[in-house]
């Protein structure tokens, strides 16, 4: 069965520096998506940056950014200027080849201005 | 506008009832799914479903049972079976397939047994 890992339960960042979130998870698949999600206390989802397995060019949104390690299966989220706005729960996700989106424990990032 | 209906937001219930949490769905998806989410911790998988009259039990379905009769709608049920009920429930839904793989979330709905 596949598993995701986050093994940082909270994060801290000043506001308008870099922080990255890490993410490994454990697969036997080939082709596969990945997720970070954001989740702000509203508890709303949000989809932050998805990377295709097949791909090796790593996705990027804005100022969020992710470093794609297939062979390491590590699937990190980079967080540049940082803003206030960005404090949430950040959770790392696998869909899997019967289409169950699978999610690590999350972190929580916190914003210092 | 698309999205995700979940309803109610907040509901209370006394230990020994079952209880049925609505989600609906406009975005002309196949696949909807009901994660479970506690105090500090990730989401786990309840139950999913492809298509229409066709379910799948997740990594935590015991205690719970859900129809799909329609395209648009997939309720959960919490039955008294449910040791430990309370908790934060996600509806979801997706195009069937990968697609692009991106799940849509409702807002929740918040489960309090007494």
């Known amino acids: 069965a596949q598993t995701v890992t986050q093994s940082q339960p909270e994060m801290s960042v000043q506001e308008a520096e870099t922080v990255t979130l890490s993410c490994t998870y454990d697969?036997?698949?080939?082709?596969?998506?990945l997720f970070w999600y954001k989740q702000p206390p509203s508890r709303q989802m949000i989809l932050v940056i998805r990377?295709?397995?097949?791909?090796?060019q790593n996705a990027t949104e804005n100022r969020f950014s992710v470093n794609f390690q297939k062979a390491a299966k590590s699937f990190s989220l980079k967080i540049s200027d940082s803003q206030l706005g960005d404090a949430a729960m950040y959770f790392c996700a696998y869909l899997d080849s019967s289409y169950k989106l699978i999610f690590g424990s999350g972190t929580r990032l916190l914003v210092r201005p | 506008d698309g999205g995700i209906t979940q309803s109610p937001k907040y509901l209370f219930r006394k230990e020994g009832q079952n209880v049925t949490l609505s989600c609906e769905q406009n975005?002309?998806?196949?696949?909807m799914y009901w994660y479970r989410q506690d105090p500090g911790q990730g989401l786990r998988l309840i139950y999913y479903s492809q298509i229409v009259n066709d379910f799948q039990k997740g990594d935590i379905a015991e205690g719970y049972s859900v129809s799909r009769e329609k395209k648009e709608s997939f309720p959960l049920t919490v039955t008294s079976a449910q040791k430990n009920p309370t908790a934060f429930y996600l509806c979801?839904?997706?195009?069937?397939?990968?697609?692009?793989?991106?799940?849509?979330f409702g807002e929740g709905s918040r489960l309090t047994v007494l």
């Open positions: 990377q295709e397995a097949y791909k090796q």
């Open positions: 979801a839904s997706s195009r069937r397939g990968r697609g692009t793989g991106e799940l849509f």
């Open positions: 975005l002309n998806h196949d696949a």
């Open positions: 697969t036997s698949e080939s082709d596969y998506y």
